[in-house]
Structure formats: structure tokens, C-alpha cells
């Protein structure tokens, strides 16, 4: 696949995205890699998808501007397939679109996670074609709590904090576009685990 991978903001992207990058080439994807994201204000039709590793806010003087936004949600709308990693869907805080484009996740101010450190993870749907060939595992990572979810979701995986299960891994639709989320992969630590990349090539071949 031709992907578009967005990076950049205020998390340790400078560990995580270049290990993304590595196993995603390794996997046989091509990969334009943008701190930017000027490239969705432009034509998006050469990508087979967008991946967003990346927290897009004014705090930090990156948030997506009016075009950019534009163009983000017309591509999905339009059929274009999408994988959201981790925090990303917290970004443009202020539009309500991103939580409706991603199904849900981070909402900053208001969600919250136990310390990084181990937990474990639990695929709901072994039959889901994003959760083929993985099983429950351990990983060093953060377990979200207090997530935006949106209505009619599919979750195929979860941990457990405080008794409560809390989800880690959904698809969604947006307009005629595919979406899936995964909000495990905070350090390049997490995203060196050989589930959550299994878990990221099968969410690509799910949206091809």
C-alpha cells in the first residue's frame, strides 16, 4: 500500500514513528512520511491510506488548519481507509469531527491512563480479521481510560483497569470510508511489541 504517515506533536514520536516506519516498509508498504500534513490540503487520490501517529494541537502549534481538515474528512468520506495509532484521535481537540472520524479515543484534559507499565490485553473477537493470528499478551505500554466512544464501533480488544474493561482496539465507518483505531503504541518500546505490529499489518490489510 501507498500510505501517508503523519507524524509530529507532543509525544515521543522521535522513538515510535521511525520504528512504525521501519516494520511497515519491511512489510512491503510505501511510505511518505509528513510532520507537516500539508499533504492532506492536496490531492490525497495516490494514497491507499492514512496512518496518523501523531497529536495535532494549537498547544503545540501543529493543529490541522481549516484545508487540512477539509481534506482529511473528505478522504475518508469518500472511501479512503484510515488507521488511527494511539493518541491521535485527540488531536484538533476543538472539532468535533476527528472523534467521528476515528470512532472515538483520547480526549485531552478528561482521559486518563494508569502508569506506563505492563497490563495485559484481551482480544474479544479472535475472528476479527485485525486480531488474526493474536492472542491475549502483556505489553509495557498505557492502557487508556475515559475515551470519547463513539456510537456503533466494533471492539475487538480491551485491558482491564480499576475491574472495568477499557477499549484498545475498534473499526468504524465514516461515510464510505474504513477506519481502524488502536490506541496501544505510546513509546518506540511499545511499538517494537511483535503483537502490536502484527496488530498494525493486519488493520492495513483489513482497510485494503
Not at 12 to 38: K, N, R
Not at 43 to 63: K, M, P, Y
Not at 68 to 78: D, K, L, N, P, W
Request: charged share 15%; proline share 5%.
Amino acid at each position: 500500500m501507498n500510505l501517508l504517515l503523519i507524524t509530529g506533536g507532543k509525544h515521543p514520536y522521535e522513538e515510535s514513528t521511525p520504528v512504525l516506519q521501519e516494520f511497515l516498509e519491511a512489510a512491503g508498504h510505501a511510505i511518505t512520511l509528513s510532520e507537516s500534513a500539508d499533504e492532506l490540503a492536496g490531492d490525497l487520490s495516490g494514497f491507499d491510506a492514512i496512518v496518523l501517529n501523531t497529536l495535532r494541537q494549537e498547544a503545540t502549534n501543529n493543529d490541522l488548519n481549516d484545508a487540512q481538515r477539509e481534506g482529511f474528512a473528505g478522504y475518508v468520506a469518500g472511501g479512503g481507509s484510515l488507521l488511527s495509532i494511539h493518541i491521535s484521535a485527540a488531536s484538533c481537540p476543538e472539532w468535533s469531527q476527528t472523534k467521528k472520524i476515528t470512532g472515538g479515543g483520547w480526549v485531552l484534559g478528561e482521559s486518563w491512563h494508569p502508569p506506563f507499565g505492563w497490563f495485559q490485553v484481551y482480544i474479544d473477537q479472535p475472528d476479527h480479521p485485525i486480531a488474526a493470528g493474536v492472542s491475549n499478551f502483556w505489553t509495557y505500554d498505557e492502557c487508556y481510560c475515559g475515551l470519547d466512544i463513539q456510537p456503533g464501533i466494533d471492539t475487538f480488544m480491551h485491558g482491564v483497569v480499576e475491574g472495568e474493561d477499557k477499549p484498545l482496539g475498534w473499526t468504524n465507518q465514516f461515510g464510505a470510508g474504513r477506519v481502524a483505531n488502536i490506541a496501544l503504541g505510546h513509546a518506540g518500546s511499545s511499538q517494537q511489541h511483535p503483537e502490536f505490529q502484527k496488530l498494525i499489518r493486519n488493520a492495513l490489510n483489513y482497510l485494503s
